[in-house]
Nanobody
Framework: EVHLVESGGGLVHPGGSLRLSCAASGFTFSTSVMAWVRQAPGKGIEWVSIINAGGGGTTYAASVKGRFTISRDNAKNMLYLQMNSLKPEDTAVYFC?????RGQGTQVTVSS
C-alpha cells in the first residue's frame, strides 16, 4: 500500500523559503516517478513539479520555475521541494504524488 507523508509546511513571509519533505513507503520508491502538486483555497489541483526515478530529470510549472527545486533521496525514500522567493499566490496545500496517489498534504501559507 502506497503511503506518502508530507511535512515542512508553515507560515512564511513573502520572499521567504521553505523545504517540504515527503516520506514514502509501501512501494518501490527508487523506480517511481514522483511529483508535487498543490491546491489553493477554492481552486483545483495544480501540478507543480515532477522528477524521474533516478532524479536526473525534472520539470516545473511555469509559475514556480526558477524558484522551486524538486529533489529526491532514493536511499532514504524521500522526496523534497525547496521553495524560495515565495509569493502569496504560492499559498496552498502541497501534496506529493505517485501513480495517482497522494498523501494528506502540508499547508503552506505565504503572508505578511
Amino acid at each position: 500500500e502506497v503511503h506518502l507523508v508530507e511535512s515542512g509546511g508553515g507560515l512564511v513571509h513573502p520572499g521567504g523559503s521553505l523545504r517540504l519533505s515527503c516520506a514514502a513507503s509501501g512501494f518501490t520508491f527508487s523506480t517511481s516517478v514522483m511529483a508535487w502538486v498543490r491546491q489553493a483555497p477554492g481552486k483545483g489541483i495544480e501540478w507543480v513539479s515532477i522528477i524521474n526515478a533516478g532524479g536526473g530529470g525534472t520539470t516545473y510549472a511555469a509559475s514556480v520555475k526558477g524558484r522551486f527545486t524538486i529533489s529526491r533521496d532514493n536511499a532514504k525514500n524521500m522526496l523534497y521541494l525547496q521553495m524560495n522567493s515565495l509569493k502569496p499566490e504560492d499559498t496552498a496545500v502541497y501534496f506529493c504524488l505517485t501513480n495517482g496517489q497522494r498523501g494528506q498534504g502540508t499547508q503552506v501559507t505565504v503572508s505578511s
